[in-house]
Structure formats: structure tokens, C-alpha cells
């Protein structure tokens, strides 16, 4: 995928999540919803290309097979999260910046690895991800419908 589909994507996501939460009730549940799916989509494929391209470059890493073994066995769990998120559309697993952050980390430790993620990150506009979803975290804060409630002495109604 080239840079410029990759920011037509992250933006199309974030346009679908404001979707939501605008023609939602105001609710703080809904907006973190949003947020969840948002970050579930985007962190997901970006540990799911990695491992695609781990797989497809193994030699080429120079990972041995002992190697390779254990760092996948280290994320399977990971990566099937991730899959299912991409598959449901639903975060249930909570992949997020937290995820990503430690999940980074741990492939810091190996240089080769480290720097397929770096490429892996430059492609799909992690930094331009980023300040997209900061700026998508302060706009949902302001939307949301609010709900008017009339009681009766026989009914109770809920309307926009």
C-alpha cells in the first residue's frame, strides 16, 4: 500500500469512529469505544505486517531458526488478538499505544528486527497515526447527541 492510500485509511477509520460517536447519545463508553476501535485497527496491522514480513524475510534478517521459533512463539498470542480484531472489528483485546509500546520494546533489543519496524512504521505513517488519533481523542470529547428525557405520570420518552 502506498503512504498516501495508508493516510486515506487511517483517515477513512477515524472518519467512520466520529460517525459513531456523533450521531450517538453523548457517552463517555461510546467515545472510548471509538477510540479502542480505532487504535485496535491501526496497531493491529501494523504488528500483523510485521510478522508478514518477518515470515517473508527471515533469511534475509539473518534469524536463525531457533531464533525465529522463539520470537514468534513469544507473540502467537499477540498476533492472534490482533487478528481477531481485525476480524471482529471489536478491541476486546485492548490493542493499543500500551500494547504497542511493550511489544516495540522487546523488539528493540534485536537490530535487525528493530529496524524492520522502523520501515514498517515509516510506511504505514506511524507518526502522521499518531497525531491524527491525538487530535481524534480531543474532537470526540465535544460530540455525541444529548438526550432529552420527559417524564410523565404514565410514560417516560427519550428523544434528541
Not at 485509511?9 to 467512520?16: A, P
Not at 491525538?134 to 417516560?156: A, H, L, Y
Request: overall charge positive; some cysteine.
Amino acid at each position: 500500500m502506498k503512504k498516501n492510500q495508508m493516510e486515506e485509511v487511517i483517515k477513512e477509520i477515524i472518519r467512520n469512529a466520529i460517525n459513531l460517536v456523533k450521531n450517538s447519545p453523548k457517552s463517555e463508553l461510546i467515545q472510548e469505544t471509538a477510540k479502542k476501535i480505532v487504535e485496535g485497527f491501526y496497531y493491529s496491522n501494523l504488528i500483523l505486517n510485521f510478522r508478514n514480513n518477518i515470515i517473508e524475510n527471515k533469511d534475509k534478517l539473518k534469524l536463525t531458526e531457533s531464533e525465529f521459533n522463539k520470537f514468534n512463539e513469544q507473540f502467537n498470542q499477540l498476533y492472534k488478538k490482533c487478528e481477531i480484531t481485525l476480524k471482529t472489528g471489536v478491541n476486546n483485546s485492548n490493542i493499543d499505544s500500551n500494547t504497542y509500546s511493550h511489544f516495540k520494546s522487546v523488539i528493540s533489543k534485536n537490530k535487525p528486527l528493530n529496524d524492520l519496524l522502523n520501515d514498517i512504521e515509516s510506511e504505514m505513517l506511524y507518526d502522521i497515526f499518531k497525531k491524527k488519533f491525538s487530535e481524534f481523542n480531543e474532537d470526540i470529547k465535544k460530540m455525541g447527541r444529548k438526550i432529552k428525557v420527559t417524564k410523565s405520570n404514565t410514560s417516560v420518552s427519550v428523544s434528541f
